[in-house]
């Protein structure tokens, strides 16, 4: 594991990650991490994970971008100490925006299927999530670990 991106999807990560694709990474995306590693996210989500669970499952992969990192980016630095901690950011309202018609075409996509594996606690009642909130909060945390 060299890199972690801890910034939320619709900040460029399809850029970033792509990005380092051609830089020669091996990138875990999205799909990567949910269709390949769906078993660690369970255990992350169930709090049984351990750092030797984390280090077999990510220690092949270089770059972790977008997805369920973004909630256990802390975790992972954890156990890949010289890890790069990447923190996209994007105006949030324009972010905002952007989040809401991936939310509509996904509801769309998701009409045929069972509602209840569509819904997204971030978008729930169509609150804004606080993006600038997220961020800060990733920085004071990327702080305290370089102290």
């Known amino acids: 594991m060299k890199v972690i991106c801890a ?6 990560t399809k850029s970033l990650a792509e990005s380092l694709r051609i830089l ?6 999205y799909d990567d991490q949910l269709f390949e590693l769906g078993e660690l996210w369970d255990k992350f989500h169930n709090g ?4 030797e669970e984390i280090h077999s499952s990510l220690k092949d992969i270089d770059v972790l971008v977008d997805g369920p990192v973004v909630a256990f980016w802390e975790e992972i630095h954890k156990v890949f100490p010289d890890a790069k901690i ?15 018609k991936m939310h509509e075409i ?4 998701c009409h045929y299927k069972d509602s209840a594996q569509c819904n997204d606690p971030v978008f729930e009642g169509k609150k804004k999530f606080g993006l600038s909130q997220a961020n800060s909060d990733v920085r004071r945390q990327l702080i305290a670990v370089q102290q």
């Open 86 to 100: 990447i923190l996209t950011i994007r105006d949030e309202d324009s972010w905002y925006k952007s989040y809401q």
């Open 24 to 29: 020669g990474y091996k990138v875990f995306d």
């Open 7 to 12: 910034g939320l999807w619709k900040t460029g």
């Open 106 to 109: 996904i509801s769309l996509k």
């Open 48 to 51: 049984t994970v351990t750092d």
